[in-house]
Each structure stands twice: as C-alpha cells, then as structure tokens.
C-alpha cells in the first residue's frame, strides 16, 4: 500500500482499519508486552511537551511544484491535524518569506493555547516586507529582536513555543545570539529555543550560555548524517531531535519512481541524489520499505516515519503537506510499531543501501554545519 493506493481505492476507511489492526497486533510478542515505549506526547529538552508527530507547514504558501495551495483548505488540514492529536506545527519566517507564519496563524488561532508553535529567525528578510537584504543571514540580537515582533504578529500570539536559530550566522558569536534570545525569553516572548543545521561544537557552546531545547536537522532513512555527530551530542546533552524532510522530501512514500522527473523551481531537482543517474539505485531503498509497508499493513511513509519514532523517545518528526489524506496516513503513523527483532532486521536492510547523491544543491549544503564565530 502506498499514497497512490490509499487514494485510487478511496481508501482512507481501509488504511484507518489497517491502522488499528497494527496497533492491535504490536501490544503483545510471544504473549509478552511489547518493548516500544507508548507513542503520544514525548518532551523535547526538559520540558516542552509535543505530539509525537508534528506538522511541517513550509509548503503551505507554495508547493514543491511550485503551485499555490487553497489557503483555506490548508486552515482544514491544520483544524484536522489538531483533531487528530498533533499538538506541533512548525514554520519560519523564510517560508513564503513571511507568508507561512501568517497561515498557520489564522489555521491555529481556535486552539492557539493548546498547541505549540516553532519557528525560525536567521535570515536578513525585512519583517515588514518579505524582502531578503545582504547578506543572506542576520543573527545579530537587535535584528533577532525586531524578527520575533513580527512573527509575533503574523502568528497572532504572544508567544513563540520553540525558536529556532535556522541557520548558523558565521559573523555573529553564538553567545550574543543566545542572550538575545535569553532576553526574549525573560521578556516571555520566547519559551524555548534550539538550532537548525547547526556545527557540533556551536551547540555546546550555546547550551553552556542556556539550555538548548531541540535541534532541527533533516534526518531520514534517505538521509542518516546526523547519525555521525548530532545525534549522539543531543543524547548526551539531553537535547531533542527535530527531523525536517523524514520523508525524503516525498521520495519514501513511493510516490517517486525512475521516471519521475522535476518541474523548474522545484528544489529536488537540484539534488543529485534525485538525478536520473543515481535515482534508479536509490529507489533500492524503497523497494525494502515497500516491503515492509505489506507486513506490517501500512504505507512505506508510515514505516520510515516509525523508525525514526522508535530509534529514539526524544525525536519527534514533521512531516509536511498540503493535502488532507498524507496529514491523515502521516499522522497514523504513530500507531505502527516495531519489535525490537523487526527493528535489527529493518535497519540491517536499509544499512545494505548506499544513497548516491548529494542531498542539497552545494549552495545551501554549505549553510549546514556551520561554527559561529568565537566570542571576545
């Protein structure tokens, strides 16, 4: 089963009872209780409490295709999203540019208090107009400071949950960018903060001036680089996991096949790890997720998304999408569960995959992993 299928044969009814059938048949192995610890709300850092499957809401002024969604069909899938349980939505203020915090502003506004919201500063875009200055990111803490009042604006609130630094401003030590935020903070502005693609050693160096509460890397099974460094720090400093792209930019859904090729503006395009070249080899990938997808009565995005929710209690992934029926499939996946004998099995299998393929255009690639400057 996958995307394709669960729309063709109408079938939302079919994967809700598959669903169900899943969770039925992970409670027990061998008539004893099964090791996956319960999914529902997990905590990032010490204490900000999230559905363990969040919403990525990027695309929400423009898809991937380059299309622009029904803003009030997206107002629906966020409503939904939240009926459904998910208590996490995450934006920034380069998407759109500014356009995304205004939707998911409006979408949340009913239960505005019962949710959380992150977002992200970084970039030198005007809060006013959307329009992008030089050089292309702005951390210092008076540009911080007058970013968050206009997403406080523009998200309809008066506080920001989670704010992410999005990516690392080589000319701007990350104390000063911590204490900016620590003022914020203090100010009731901002209630916890974290990093996006950020270098190892600048998160230790941040965490010593405060607590970082999540970092926000991409991580999937097309993409495990964080296993390296990040993963192993955020253990170590009790820091949570945010994935962006769990799903490979659509590429683990199976809704990508050897033929599929790009429309312009469309970032995968760019990254050769979808060039026609390397494509047919990492569909490899699928193919085993295809696979279990038919044991275990889901789709292949349910079951990477599952991974990741096994591996660790302190990752919480964020699916994005613009339509309602992958919200409903994506957000079900907490209910597909691994043993732990499955679990060995899977990753032995996915760890024979090489991907080929860069998982960036070079441009951006160089933005992650970047170390902020040193402090005088």
Request: glycine share 10%; hydrophobic share 40%.
């Amino acid at each position: 089963m996958n995307r394709r299928t669960i729309l063709k044969s109408g079938g939302l009814a079919v994967a809700g009872s598959a669903f169900v059938h899943i969770n039925a048949l992970s409670q027990t192995v061998n008539g004893k209780p099964n090791p996956t610890p319960e999914v529902g709300m997990r905590t990032l850092g010490s204490s900000l409490k999230v559905s363990s499957v969040g919403i990525g809401v990027q695309n929400m002024s423009r898809t991937y295709q380059t299309t622009i969604p029904l803003r009030s069909q997206m107002h629906r899938i966020i409503q939904n999203a939240y009926d459904q349980g998910v208590t996490f939505f995450d934006a920034a203020e380069a998407y759109g540019p500014l356009e995304v915090e205004r939707i998911l502003g409006e979408g949340v506004a009913p239960f505005r208090d019962k949710v959380a919201i992150a977002t992200k500063f970084g970039w030198n875009i005007d809060p006013e107009t959307g329009q992008w200055g030089q050089p292309m990111l702005n951390s210092r803490p008076e540009h911080i400071k007058k970013a968050v009042e206009g997403m406080l604006k523009r998200l309809r609130t008066d506080r920001i949950d989670l704010l992410y630094q999005h990516r690392v401003d080589p000319q701007v030590p990350i104390e000063e960018v911590v204490g900016a935020l620590k003022e914020l903070m203090q100010e009731g502005k901002v209630l916890h903060y974290g990093l996006s693609e950020p270098g190892p050693n600048t998160v230790r160096r941040a965490h010593a001036e405060h607590p970082v509460t999540a970092i926000q890397n991409e991580y999937s099974l097309l993409w495990r680089g964080p296993e390296k460094n990040i993963l192993p720090l955020c253990k170590e400093l009790h820091i949570g996991f945010v994935p962006w792209s769990p799903l490979g930019v659509g590429f683990l859904t199976g809704a990508i096949d050897a033929q599929t090729r790009f429309a312009p503006g469309d970032i995968r395009g760019g990254e050769s790890r979808f060039s026609p070249e390397n494509l047919a080899h990492n569909l490899g990938l699928v193919d085993i997720l295809k696979r279990w997808a038919q044991q275990k009565e889901a789709t292949p995005g349910q079951v990477a998304l599952a991974w990741l929710l096994h591996k660790e209690s302190w990752i919480v992934p964020i699916p994005g999408t613009t339509q309602m029926a992958h919200m409903l499939e994506n957000t079900a996946a907490a209910h597909v569960r691994f043993f732990e004998s499955e679990y060995r099995e899977f990753c032995e299998q996915v760890e024979a995959i090489e991907i080929k393929g860069e998982r960036l255009p070079a441009g951006v690639l160089s933005l992650s992993g970047v170390e902020a400057p040193k402090h005088n």
